[in-house]
């Protein structure tokens, strides 16, 4: 994780739920719930607090959030997802911050987590659009919709499901004043260092 960073940062109700889902979902054999949050005795209690990032490392790329304006540029990124039917689908998105949460999984262990919060683009019908030479090669730009899907606990994810970053346009299928707006996602080929 790399500045700008704050520290101690409290979280909202609201992120709370999302990070209580979140905990729930990762570690199905453990229960978790909020501070003076309704669940069982046994149940492991999430501290409140995160230390929040602008920039993370991952490998030899480095990646920005909106958190740290300057580096906005580099927050866009893309994540692979299991969908409810099985397949495995890429979705990109807008990482708003990086952070670290430290959670007791047992009496004596803290564990620290590297995440990451996104907003992820919704689905559209035309998502192929582009073609090369009119032939029935595919490029590997996708179209997306312009809105996001509402936060939920998908929004937090590990940092090393991060999969690459996207250039992003805006586009319009037809000329018509009225026509629909969608975000062209053309992706970046992840950076590896060998030695």
């Not at 920005?64 to 409810?84: E, I, L, M, P």
């Not at 996207?166 to 992706?187: C, D, G, M, W």
């Amino acid at each position: 994780m790399l500045n700008p960073c704050s520290e101690n940062v409290l979280l909202s109700q609201e992120m709370q739920d999302l990070m209580v889902n979140y905990y729930n979902a990762t570690y199905e054999s453990l229960e978790f719930r909020k501070p003076f949050g309704e669940g069982s005795e046994d149940s492991i209690v999430i501290q409140v607090k995160i230390n929040k990032y602008g920039r993370c490392r991952i490998g030899s790329e480095i990646f920005g959030s909106t958190f740290a304006a300057r580096h906005s540029k580099n927050s866009y990124v893309t994540a692979k997802f299991v969908t409810q039917d099985g397949t495995v689908d890429c979705y990109p998105g807008i990482v708003q911050f990086f952070f670290t949460h430290e959670v007791n999984l047992d009496h004596n262990n803290l564990v620290k987590h590297h995440l990451a919060f996104i907003r992820w683009y919704k689905h559209t019908k035309n998502r192929y659009h582009f073609s090369i030479d009119d032939a029935d090669q595919t490029c590997n730009v996708e179209l997306w919709d312009t809105e996001f899907y509402p936060i939920s606990r998908d929004c937090i994810i590990p940092i090393h499901h991060i999969f690459c970053r996207f250039v992003p346009a805006k586009y319009q299928i037809s000329t018509r004043r009225n026509a629909k707006e969608y975000l062209a996602v053309n992706l970046v080929n992840r950076k590896y260092n060998l030695r």
